[in-house]
């Protein structure tokens, strides 16, 4: 290979490494396990419940990031249908992540991994009057918002939602008002560190599983 194709081709790993993150992305055990399951036609609610740093916010926002951009996901655990062909299922292009306020901030767990792993320039963050962006579109035709704990219940009707995220347990009023939401199926994935909080979750979604 001449020396001016093997510059090239070097220009152009940086260039994916930097704009195109998510073509390099390697799950651990826990997460690879965790993208699995999402990728199971039977699941509808995946649970993730791990201690602190094992990356279970990240591995949420890749599975999302996955099904908005399919040919950006290289690692062969997204060589599923689900990742590969959202749309075939039937399940809508709109998704929801829901976590508390400090989560959310600029500086946050959520916004951190998604500028970490969403592709450069292919998608338009919207502040929507709050002090950090609370709606995404994708030049892939999806549409997502980001919405707090603290909301009003009321807040969380209305759109049709396919891809939830809950980012650590939900107050279960609001769970089930999301959920509501799901009118043409969809995935819905919780990460979370089991706390006392968290009990409705195991009682709901775990013992009645």
């Known amino acids: 290979m001449e020396s001016e194709e093997i510059d090239l081709l070097s220009c152009e790993l940086e260039r994916r490494k930097l704009y195109e993150p998510l073509r390099f992305f390697k799950p651990n055990a826990a997460q690879e396990r965790f993208l699995n399951a999402i990728a199971e036609k039977e699941s509808e609610i995946i649970l993730f419940p791990a201690g602190n740093w ?27 249908p689900l990742f590969k062909n959202w749309e075939s299922f039937g399940y ?33 963050p919207d502040k929507k009057g709050k002090q950090y962006p609370s709606e995404f579109t994708t030049d892939t035709g999806w549409v997502m918002d980001l919405m707090s704990y603290e909301q009003a219940i009321e807040e969380f009707e209305g759109a049709t939602i396919g891809f939830f995220i809950f980012n650590e347990p939900p107050p279960e009023a609001i769970f089930n008002a999301c959920m509501a939401r799901r009118k043409f199926g969809g995935k819905t994935l919780i990460p979370m560190t089991p706390l006392t909080d968290s009990a409705w979750i195991y009682d709901k979604l775990v013992r009645n599983a």
């Open 54 to 80: 094992v990356g279970k916010t990240a591995a949420a926002i890749v599975a999302l990031s996955a099904c908005c951009w399919p040919e950006k996901a290289e690692h062969e655990v997204f060589n599923q």
């Open 92 to 124: 809508p292009k709109r998704a929801r992540i829901i976590s508390t306020p400090k989560e959310l901030e600029t500086i946050g767990s959520v916004q951190t991994e998604i500028k970490k792993w969403w592709p450069a320039g292919k998608y338009k």
